[in-house]
Protein backbone atom coordinates (compact mmCIF):
# COMPACT_ATOMS: atom_id res chain seq x y z
CA UNK A 1 0.00 0.00 0.00
CA UNK A 2 0.96 3.76 -0.45
CA UNK A 3 -0.29 7.14 0.57
CA UNK A 4 -1.98 8.51 -2.75
CA UNK A 5 -1.49 11.52 -3.72
CA UNK A 6 -4.72 11.68 -5.89
CA UNK A 7 -7.43 14.01 -5.98
CA UNK A 8 -10.30 13.43 -3.33
CA UNK A 9 -13.15 11.78 -4.58
CA UNK A 10 -15.67 15.18 -5.42
CA UNK A 11 -19.63 14.74 -6.74
CA UNK A 12 -20.09 16.89 -10.06
CA UNK A 13 -20.75 17.43 -13.22
CA UNK A 14 -19.79 14.55 -15.18
CA UNK A 15 -18.24 15.57 -18.82
CA UNK A 16 -16.87 11.85 -19.67
CA UNK A 17 -17.98 8.17 -19.77
CA UNK A 18 -15.04 7.56 -16.77
CA UNK A 19 -16.45 10.14 -14.74
CA UNK A 20 -19.86 9.17 -14.94
CA UNK A 21 -17.67 4.97 -13.88
CA UNK A 22 -15.97 7.51 -11.26
CA UNK A 23 -19.79 9.26 -10.03
CA UNK A 24 -21.28 5.39 -9.68
CA UNK A 25 -17.98 3.94 -7.59
CA UNK A 26 -19.48 6.45 -4.93
CA UNK A 27 -21.29 3.27 -3.52
CA UNK A 28 -18.25 1.56 -2.91
CA UNK A 29 -16.72 4.36 -0.63
CA UNK A 30 -19.82 4.53 1.07
CA UNK A 31 -19.54 1.07 1.99
CA UNK A 32 -16.33 1.32 3.09
CA UNK A 33 -17.26 4.13 4.88
CA UNK A 34 -19.61 1.59 6.90
CA UNK A 35 -17.68 -1.23 7.50
CA UNK A 36 -15.14 1.23 8.90
CA UNK A 37 -17.90 2.03 11.42
CA UNK A 38 -19.24 -0.99 12.27
CA UNK A 39 -15.84 -2.34 13.16
CA UNK A 40 -15.02 0.67 14.99
CA UNK A 41 -11.42 0.79 13.91
CA UNK A 42 -11.18 3.95 14.48
CA UNK A 43 -11.23 3.72 18.10
CA UNK A 44 -8.40 1.10 18.20
CA UNK A 45 -6.39 3.79 16.17
CA UNK A 46 -7.00 6.35 18.88
CA UNK A 47 -3.90 5.17 20.91
CA UNK A 48 -1.64 5.36 18.15
CA UNK A 49 -0.56 3.64 14.76
CA UNK A 50 -1.00 0.00 14.97
CA UNK A 51 -0.05 -2.95 12.73
CA UNK A 52 -2.18 -4.58 9.48
CA UNK A 53 -2.17 -8.07 11.85
CA UNK A 54 -2.98 -6.01 15.07
CA UNK A 55 -5.93 -4.38 13.19
CA UNK A 56 -7.29 -7.24 11.89
CA UNK A 57 -7.04 -9.09 15.35
CA UNK A 58 -8.88 -6.70 16.82
CA UNK A 59 -11.46 -6.07 15.00
CA UNK A 60 -12.12 -9.21 14.02
CA UNK A 61 -11.43 -9.32 10.08
CA UNK A 62 -9.60 -11.07 7.21
CA UNK A 63 -6.29 -9.32 7.29
CA UNK A 64 -6.37 -9.60 3.36
CA UNK A 65 -9.51 -8.10 2.86
CA UNK A 66 -9.58 -5.26 5.26
CA UNK A 67 -5.65 -4.34 4.10
CA UNK A 68 -7.59 -3.51 0.59
CA UNK A 69 -10.03 -1.85 3.12
CA UNK A 70 -7.35 0.48 4.46
CA UNK A 71 -5.78 0.89 0.79
CA UNK A 72 -8.86 2.47 0.32
CA UNK A 73 -9.24 4.94 3.79
CA UNK A 74 -5.64 6.31 3.57
CA UNK A 75 -6.12 7.29 -0.15
CA UNK A 76 -9.57 9.21 1.42
CA UNK A 77 -7.10 11.10 4.02
CA UNK A 78 -8.73 9.26 7.01
CA UNK A 79 -5.71 6.77 7.29
CA UNK A 80 -1.88 7.00 6.82
CA UNK A 81 0.16 4.07 6.16
CA UNK A 82 3.19 5.62 8.44
CA UNK A 83 5.46 2.42 7.32
CA UNK A 84 4.41 -0.67 4.97
CA UNK A 85 1.11 -1.64 7.20
CA UNK A 86 1.64 -0.27 10.28
CA UNK A 87 -1.43 2.81 10.17
CA UNK A 88 -2.37 5.37 11.98
CA UNK A 89 -5.68 7.87 12.57
CA UNK A 90 -5.35 11.09 10.22
CA UNK A 91 -7.13 14.22 11.84
CA UNK A 92 -10.66 13.33 9.90
CA UNK A 93 -10.53 9.92 10.77
CA UNK A 94 -10.69 10.85 14.26
CA UNK A 95 -14.37 11.39 13.39
CA UNK A 96 -14.49 8.11 12.99
CA UNK A 97 -14.07 6.87 16.48
CA UNK A 98 -16.97 6.34 18.81
CA UNK A 99 -15.26 7.92 21.71
CA UNK A 100 -14.51 11.22 20.16
CA UNK A 101 -17.08 13.97 21.52
CA UNK A 102 -17.83 14.79 17.75
CA UNK A 103 -18.11 11.06 16.32
CA UNK A 104 -20.05 10.39 13.46
CA UNK A 105 -19.77 6.88 14.01
CA UNK A 106 -23.44 6.27 14.13
CA UNK A 107 -24.62 8.36 11.54
CA UNK A 108 -22.64 5.98 9.36
CA UNK A 109 -23.88 3.04 10.58
CA UNK A 110 -27.47 3.99 10.69
CA UNK A 111 -26.75 5.38 6.98
CA UNK A 112 -25.42 1.88 5.87
CA UNK A 113 -28.42 0.04 7.69
CA UNK A 114 -31.49 2.09 7.38
CA UNK A 115 -31.11 4.96 4.19
CA UNK A 116 -28.57 2.57 1.79
CA UNK A 117 -30.58 -0.27 1.53
CA UNK A 118 -33.81 2.58 1.03
CA UNK A 119 -31.78 4.19 -1.59
CA UNK A 120 -31.48 0.57 -3.49
CA UNK A 121 -35.49 0.83 -3.71
CA UNK A 122 -35.19 4.17 -5.40
CA UNK A 123 -37.23 3.14 -8.81
CA UNK A 124 -39.60 1.77 -6.74
CA UNK A 125 -40.10 5.38 -5.80
CA UNK A 126 -39.10 7.02 -8.73
CA UNK A 127 -42.32 5.06 -10.29
CA UNK A 128 -44.78 4.96 -7.24
CA UNK A 129 -43.96 8.54 -4.92
CA UNK A 130 -43.62 5.47 -2.14
CA UNK A 131 -41.12 4.81 -0.31
CA UNK A 132 -37.62 2.58 -0.30
CA UNK A 133 -37.99 2.40 3.01
CA UNK A 134 -41.18 0.85 3.07
CA UNK A 135 -40.62 -2.09 0.85
CA UNK A 136 -36.97 -2.66 2.23
CA UNK A 137 -38.28 -3.23 5.56
CA UNK A 138 -42.11 -4.15 4.82
CA UNK A 139 -43.36 -1.88 6.84
CA UNK A 140 -45.78 1.78 6.51
CA UNK A 141 -43.65 5.19 7.28
CA UNK A 142 -45.89 4.91 10.54
CA UNK A 143 -44.69 2.11 11.49
CA UNK A 144 -41.36 2.60 11.42
CA UNK A 145 -40.84 4.02 15.00
CA UNK A 146 -43.00 0.42 15.98
CA UNK A 147 -40.29 -1.54 13.94
CA UNK A 148 -37.15 0.02 16.18
CA UNK A 149 -38.70 -1.13 19.06
CA UNK A 150 -38.86 -4.60 17.69
CA UNK A 151 -35.10 -4.42 17.03
CA UNK A 152 -33.19 -3.01 19.69
CA UNK A 153 -30.06 -3.35 18.22
CA UNK A 154 -31.46 -0.93 15.42
CA UNK A 155 -32.97 1.57 17.70
CA UNK A 156 -29.86 2.00 19.94
CA UNK A 157 -27.59 2.84 16.03
CA UNK A 158 -30.67 4.97 15.43
CA UNK A 159 -30.78 7.16 18.72
CA UNK A 160 -26.88 7.30 18.94
CA UNK A 161 -26.97 8.49 15.17
CA UNK A 162 -29.66 11.95 16.43
CA UNK A 163 -27.33 12.47 19.01
CA UNK A 164 -24.41 12.79 16.87
CA UNK A 165 -26.73 15.21 14.32
CA UNK A 166 -27.81 16.62 17.09
CA UNK A 167 -24.36 17.71 18.57
CA UNK A 168 -23.41 19.13 14.95
CA UNK A 169 -25.80 22.13 14.81
CA UNK A 170 -26.38 22.49 18.80
CA UNK A 171 -23.23 24.79 19.47
CA UNK A 172 -24.26 26.67 16.48
CA UNK A 173 -28.20 27.27 17.60
CA UNK A 174 -27.42 27.86 21.55
CA UNK A 175 -24.78 30.27 19.45
CA UNK A 176 -27.13 31.95 16.99
CA UNK A 177 -30.63 32.15 18.65
CA UNK A 178 -31.03 34.90 21.49
CA UNK A 179 -32.28 32.85 24.22
CA UNK A 180 -31.74 35.54 27.12
CA UNK A 181 -35.50 36.84 27.60
CA UNK A 182 -36.63 32.84 27.49
CA UNK A 183 -37.68 31.86 31.50
CA UNK A 184 -39.07 28.35 30.17
CA UNK A 185 -38.70 26.41 27.43
CA UNK A 186 -39.99 22.46 26.18
CA UNK A 187 -37.46 20.48 23.65
CA UNK A 188 -40.89 18.90 22.11
CA UNK A 189 -39.36 15.26 20.76
CA UNK A 190 -35.77 16.23 22.18
CA UNK A 191 -34.84 12.74 21.71
CA UNK A 192 -31.38 12.19 24.79
CA UNK A 193 -31.87 16.13 25.93
CA UNK A 194 -28.93 17.39 23.68
CA UNK A 195 -30.45 20.78 22.82
CA UNK A 196 -31.59 21.02 26.35
CA UNK A 197 -28.34 20.45 28.15
CA UNK A 198 -26.42 22.54 25.62
CA UNK A 199 -28.94 25.73 26.47
CA UNK A 200 -29.16 24.52 29.97
CA UNK A 201 -25.55 25.31 30.19
CA UNK A 202 -24.85 28.53 28.46
CA UNK A 203 -28.49 30.16 30.10
CA UNK A 204 -28.69 28.05 33.73
CA UNK A 205 -31.34 30.47 34.40
CA UNK A 206 -33.95 28.74 31.69
CA UNK A 207 -36.55 26.32 33.14
CA UNK A 208 -35.60 23.57 31.08
CA UNK A 209 -37.98 20.77 30.07
CA UNK A 210 -37.20 17.51 27.46
CA UNK A 211 -40.49 16.02 26.64
CA UNK A 212 -40.52 12.82 24.45
CA UNK A 213 -42.03 9.17 24.19
CA UNK A 214 -41.66 7.51 28.05
CA UNK A 215 -39.26 4.84 26.55
CA UNK A 216 -37.02 7.39 25.54
CA UNK A 217 -37.16 9.94 28.85
CA UNK A 218 -35.88 6.77 30.24
CA UNK A 219 -32.85 6.25 28.73
CA UNK A 220 -32.35 10.42 28.74
CA UNK A 221 -32.30 10.40 32.91
CA UNK A 222 -28.52 9.15 32.37
CA UNK A 223 -27.49 12.38 30.71
CA UNK A 224 -29.06 14.57 33.60
CA UNK A 225 -27.01 13.51 36.45
CA UNK A 226 -25.48 16.72 37.59
CA UNK A 227 -26.49 18.72 39.99
CA UNK A 228 -26.81 21.93 37.56
CA UNK A 229 -29.27 19.51 35.32
CA UNK A 230 -31.37 18.16 37.88
CA UNK A 231 -31.73 21.66 39.37
CA UNK A 232 -32.70 23.45 35.92
CA UNK A 233 -34.17 20.35 34.24
CA UNK A 234 -37.73 18.77 33.70
CA UNK A 235 -37.98 15.49 31.80
CA UNK A 236 -41.33 14.16 31.11
CA UNK A 237 -42.69 11.73 29.25
CA UNK A 238 -45.98 11.34 26.79
CA UNK A 239 -47.21 11.49 23.43
CA UNK A 240 -46.60 14.88 21.83
CA UNK A 241 -50.49 14.17 19.43
CA UNK A 242 -52.08 13.74 23.04
CA UNK A 243 -50.37 16.38 25.35
CA UNK A 244 -47.26 18.95 25.45
CA UNK A 245 -46.55 20.63 28.89
CA UNK A 246 -48.43 23.75 29.19
CA UNK A 247 -47.34 27.73 30.01
CA UNK A 248 -43.79 27.64 28.94
CA UNK A 249 -42.33 30.72 27.05
CA UNK A 250 -40.92 29.01 23.68
CA UNK A 251 -41.42 25.37 22.37
CA UNK A 252 -38.90 23.79 20.18
CA UNK A 253 -39.50 21.11 17.53
CA UNK A 254 -35.93 20.08 16.80
CA UNK A 255 -35.64 17.45 13.45
CA UNK A 256 -38.97 15.86 14.23
CA UNK A 257 -41.73 17.46 11.23
CA UNK A 258 -39.31 16.05 8.88
CA UNK A 259 -41.02 12.91 9.91
CA UNK A 260 -44.76 13.43 9.70
CA UNK A 261 -47.23 14.18 7.05
CA UNK A 262 -49.75 17.33 6.09
CA UNK A 263 -52.38 15.91 8.59
CA UNK A 264 -49.89 15.00 11.68
CA UNK A 265 -47.76 17.64 11.15
CA UNK A 266 -50.75 20.02 11.92
CA UNK A 267 -51.59 18.06 14.52
CA UNK A 268 -48.26 18.57 16.36
CA UNK A 269 -48.39 22.15 15.74
CA UNK A 270 -51.76 22.73 17.00
CA UNK A 271 -50.44 20.93 20.09
CA UNK A 272 -47.50 23.51 20.13
CA UNK A 273 -50.10 26.54 19.71
CA UNK A 274 -52.88 25.04 22.30
CA UNK A 275 -49.57 25.01 24.65
CA UNK A 276 -47.74 28.03 24.26
CA UNK A 277 -50.48 30.23 24.61
CA UNK A 278 -50.72 33.77 22.85
CA UNK A 279 -47.61 34.92 23.82
CA UNK A 280 -45.32 32.39 23.63
CA UNK A 281 -43.50 31.56 20.48
CA UNK A 282 -41.75 28.33 18.55
CA UNK A 283 -38.61 26.96 17.06
CA UNK A 284 -38.83 24.63 14.22
CA UNK A 285 -35.05 24.12 13.69
CA UNK A 286 -34.85 21.82 10.19
CA UNK A 287 -33.01 21.78 6.86
CA UNK A 288 -35.31 23.42 4.66
CA UNK A 289 -35.09 22.42 1.23
CA UNK A 290 -34.10 24.85 -1.81
CA UNK A 291 -36.98 25.55 -4.30
CA UNK A 292 -34.21 26.32 -7.06
CA UNK A 293 -31.55 25.09 -8.74
CA UNK A 294 -29.41 26.61 -8.01
CA UNK A 295 -29.07 24.64 -4.50
CA UNK A 296 -26.57 23.01 -3.36
CA UNK A 297 -25.88 19.48 -4.25
CA UNK A 298 -25.99 18.38 -0.94
CA UNK A 299 -29.55 20.04 -0.05
CA UNK A 300 -30.56 18.00 -3.06
CA UNK A 301 -29.34 14.75 -2.28
CA UNK A 302 -30.51 14.77 1.63
CA UNK A 303 -33.91 15.59 -0.18
CA UNK A 304 -33.78 12.68 -2.50
CA UNK A 305 -32.43 10.27 0.92
CA UNK A 306 -35.14 11.38 2.97
CA UNK A 307 -37.70 11.00 0.07
CA UNK A 308 -36.58 7.53 0.08
CA UNK A 309 -37.23 6.96 3.63
CA UNK A 310 -41.00 8.85 3.67
CA UNK A 311 -43.33 8.93 0.56
CA UNK A 312 -43.71 11.79 -0.50
CA UNK A 313 -46.49 12.47 1.54
CA UNK A 314 -44.83 11.14 4.61
CA UNK A 315 -43.13 14.01 5.47
CA UNK A 316 -39.73 14.86 4.39
CA UNK A 317 -37.56 18.00 3.59
CA UNK A 318 -39.88 20.99 3.12
CA UNK A 319 -39.35 24.32 1.53
CA UNK A 320 -39.69 27.60 3.82
CA UNK A 321 -43.25 27.83 1.69
CA UNK A 322 -44.46 24.45 2.76
CA UNK A 323 -44.10 25.38 6.31
CA UNK A 324 -46.18 28.48 6.09
CA UNK A 325 -49.59 27.02 5.30
CA UNK A 326 -49.19 24.16 8.45
CA UNK A 327 -48.48 27.34 10.28
CA UNK A 328 -51.01 29.03 9.18
CA UNK A 329 -53.46 25.86 9.75
CA UNK A 330 -52.34 25.68 13.40
CA UNK A 331 -53.23 29.45 13.73
CA UNK A 332 -49.12 30.83 14.12
CA UNK A 333 -47.25 32.52 11.74
CA UNK A 334 -43.52 32.36 11.00
CA UNK A 335 -41.77 35.97 12.06
CA UNK A 336 -38.09 34.96 11.48
CA UNK A 337 -35.74 32.46 9.67
CA UNK A 338 -32.16 32.72 10.60
CA UNK A 339 -30.25 30.22 8.65
CA UNK A 340 -27.13 28.73 10.14
CA UNK A 341 -23.97 29.29 8.84
CA UNK A 342 -22.62 25.29 9.36
CA UNK A 343 -22.22 23.04 6.22
CA UNK A 344 -25.67 21.37 7.74
CA UNK A 345 -28.13 23.85 5.68
CA UNK A 346 -30.48 24.13 9.08
CA UNK A 347 -32.63 27.00 9.69
CA UNK A 348 -34.12 28.08 12.61
CA UNK A 349 -37.69 29.21 12.53
CA UNK A 350 -39.33 31.37 14.48
CA UNK A 351 -43.15 31.07 14.99
CA UNK A 352 -45.59 33.32 17.00
CA UNK A 353 -49.69 32.90 16.97
CA UNK A 354 -51.43 34.74 14.54
Not at 61 to 68: E, S
Not at 180 to 187: A, F, K, R
Not at 268 to 284: D, F, K, V
Request: proline letters at 3%; hydrophobic letters at 40%.
Amino acid sequence: MHSSDQQGFIYGRANTRKQILDLVSGYVIAQSLFATARINLAEHLQAGARSLEQLAQLTATHPVVLARLLSILVDLGLVKEVETHLFQLEAAGEYLAESNPHSIRHILMMTGDLFYPALGEFTHTLRTGNSGAERYLNITSAEFYSYLKQHPELADTFDKAMEELTELVNTEVVQTYDFSQVGSLVDVGGNMGQLVRAIATQYPGIRCTLFDMPSVIEKAQAFFVSEELKQGCELIGGDFFQSIPVGRDLYILKNVLIDWNTENSIKLLQQCRQAMGSQGRLLIIQRLRAETQSASLRNKLANLTFMTMRSVEGGGVRSLEEYAPLAQAAGLKITHVIPLESESEVSIIELQAE
